[in-house]
Every structure is written in C-alpha cells, then in structure tokens.
C-alpha cells in the first residue's frame, strides 16, 4: 500500500519510514490510521519529512485502504447520536484550548488567531493573520458603529482587531475558560462582551456575525440548527461569513486519531451538508475557497512550535511532542494533497441590493 504512494520502509529519501518496532504492521492494520498516529506517538517509527510522507499517503488513498471492521461503529456512533449535542458542547474547550496558553502563544502569531492565515501579499504569519481579518471585514463590508458577533470568539484577537481597525462593537462567544479569560482581558478597554456561551443559546439581533474555525465542532446533525440561530441574530440586511475547514465528502466523523487526540467530537462539513443546512433560511452569495494557505499556515505554526519546543518540554513531555508535531505535519500534508478544503462562505439573510460583488474584494 505504502508503495503504492512511494514510499518505501527502510529507503533513504525523506519521505520514506524507518519502522523500530515490528508491532507498528499489525497495529495499523487492526487499528487503521488511529493506529498509524498512536505508533508514531509511541516512537514505533519515524520519518524526517512527516508532512510529505502523509501528502503522499493522501494522494494514494492509504488512509481508505486500511479501514478496520471497529471504524464502522465509529461512524455508525457518529450516525446514531448527536456527539455534538450542548451537553458535550464544552468538551473541546477543556481538551484542547485550554491545554495551556504558553503552548498558543509560541506557536501563533502576535494575536493569537488560531485558523488559516491569508496569504496574498504577506510575508510572514502577523501580516497574513491580519490579511486574513481584513479580508473577513471587507467581505462583510463592515462600517464604523456596527454590532458584531463574533461565534468561536477563541482569545479575542479578530474581534479586538476589527473593533479597532473598523470602529465595530460587538459580542465574542466561547466555550473555552482560558479563551474566555485572554479574550476578556485582550477586549477589556472596547466596545466589546465576551461570554462563555454555547451558540443554540444566542438569540440577539447583530448587523454582521462571523465565525472563523468554530464550524468544525458543530458536527452534521446541527448544523441546520446552527443557521437557524444565525438567520435569529441577524439583522435584515445583514451579513454572515462562516471560514471553516471542509471535506470533499459529506461524512458523519473525522480522522479517528484526530478525533481521539485533537479535537474531539470534531467533523468537517461538505459542500452538500453546508448549502442543505442554510436552504430555506440564508442566501449564499460568496464561497471561496484558498487550501493552500492552510498547508503554509500550519508550517509555520509547526516551525514556531519546534523553536519553542526546549522551554515547553519539561511541562508538556516527549509523547506531548510527538503527538503535536503528527497534528500539525499530517495536516499540512493533508491540505497538500487536497484532502480538505479552506472555506470562506458568505451569507445574507434576504439577499443584497444591487448584488454581491466578490472579486473586487479578494
């Protein structure tokens, strides 16, 4: 199978697999790609260039091939219930935001903005978060004295920085504790209220709302629920953007491993699942789609990380790395191969006058 990709166990190049433990064969088969992620955390085997290696794999469809009979309960679960329902709602805040702030604060830029930077015209990860920001105001055509919502706030550096740059208040949603107290402090001196709320709560009328990397965690039985609550909040002229992560494939559940590890009760949506959920209650009028930037963005997240890495070890420990380093280097491999997908969607509630005009703005 591996071959089929080409990439050889035991070759010289650096995408090739040196396997140390013989156990990784028939743990990956009985266990799939969660059993590929939890060998490589195990030290069971190792590669110099991670993300090409996974590039390679995707491309070859590997990760299709070795499906053991236990991955169809685990879509099957995913089927059956709700795994996103409110009462797991704050699962992943507590498993992976708050895993401890000196861990983001060395691997993201100045503001924290922890989602797909924007590129064009940048030359570092600051400038491109902030393209990126500028890129979601524009889209939403903001103006001074608008009301805001901001949905997945995360430590409040997009809605600090659109409140500043274009004279917006507005409110910031998390279900994150230490996002909720950055965001509180990053905001304290603006127009601006940072709740721990979970979204099906929200029922307050907002000019423009946005979410940047929140969708995610929503997962394919809410999200029709989720555009009610947008439809809900905005106003008759208003706008939403919703950038998130996206999959080819309409699918019930993510990466095990990732799922197990990074984001639990995460999924990524399909263009069918995202349109079906708006029908009958919003109007898409943009959808752009920039993968790329994610595959640069999340390198240099992982280059961050590496140079940080001496001052975090002692707290966070050499499996931590391990695990961490896969996270970033598979995902960049996977937007790489064009796995998955960058979305920025833009909405409006009843339509806008004269039309949307998209590629002036890109």
């Known amino acids: 199978m591996l071959a089929a990709a080409d990439i050889r166990i035991g070759g010289d190049r650096p995408w090739d697999v040196t396997v140390l433990n013989d156990e990784t064969y028939p743990r990956v088969i009985a266990q799939g790609m969660l059993g590929v992620g939890e060998t490589y955390m195990d030290g069971w085997w190792e590669c110099e260039q991670l993300d090409e290696m996974i590039c390679r794999a995707f491309r070859a469809d590997f990760h299709r091939q070795i499906r053991p009979i236990k991955y169809l309960w685990f879509v099957l679960q995913a089927r059956i219930s709700n795994?996103?329902?409110?009462?797991?709602?704050?699962?992943?805040?507590?498993?992976?935001?708050?895993?401890?702030?000196?861990?983001?604060?060395?691997?993201l830029d100045k503001r924290m903005i922890y989602s797909c930077a924007y590129w064009k015209n940048a030359s570092t990860l600051d400038e491109a978060q902030e393209h990126k920001l500028d890129l979601v105001a524009r889209k939403l055509r903001l103006e001074p004295g608008m009301k805001v919502l901001d949905i997945g706030c995360g430590w409040g550096g997009a809605l600090s920085y659109l409140c500043e740059r274009y004279g917006v208040s507005g409110t910031g949603i998390t279900i994150s504790q230490d996002q909720f107290d950055t965001a509180t402090e990053v905001c304290k001196e603006l127009p601006i209220e940072i709740r721990i709320q979970d979204y099906r709560e929200l029922d307050e009328r907002y000019d423009r709302i946005y979410s940047i990397g929140m969708f995610e965690h929503v997962g394919h039985k809410n999200y029709a629920t989720y555009m009610e609550v947008v439809r809900r909040c905005l106003g008759p002229d208003g706008l939403f953007l919703l950038h998130t992560i996206g999959n080819k494939f309409s699918q019930a559940r993510t990466d095990p491993w990732l799922t197990r590890y990074i984001f639990p009760n995460g999924m990524l949506p399909s263009p069918k699942q995202v349109a079906s959920a708006a029908e009958g209650k919003l109007n898409i009028e943009d959808w752009h789609n920039f993968p790329q930037d994610y595959e640069r963005?999340?390198?240099?997240?992982?280059?961050?990380f590496e140079r940080a890495w001496p001052g975090l070890r002692e707290k966070y420990g050499e499996r931590f790395f391990r695990m961490w380093r896969y996270y970033l280097l598979a995902c960049a491999g996977g937007f790489r191969a064009g796995g998955n997908q960058l979305w920025q969607v833009v909405f409006s509630r009843n339509g806008v006058p004269g039309g949307y005009l998209p590629s002036d703005i890109r």
Do not use: I, K, P, S
Not at 297 to 304: E, P
């Open 297 to 304: 963005t999340l390198m240099c997240w992982y280059q961050n």
């Open 83 to 107: 795994l996103q329902r409110q009462a797991r709602a704050y699962q992943v805040g507590q498993e992976h935001y708050d895993l401890g702030q000196d861990l983001y604060r060395a691997m």
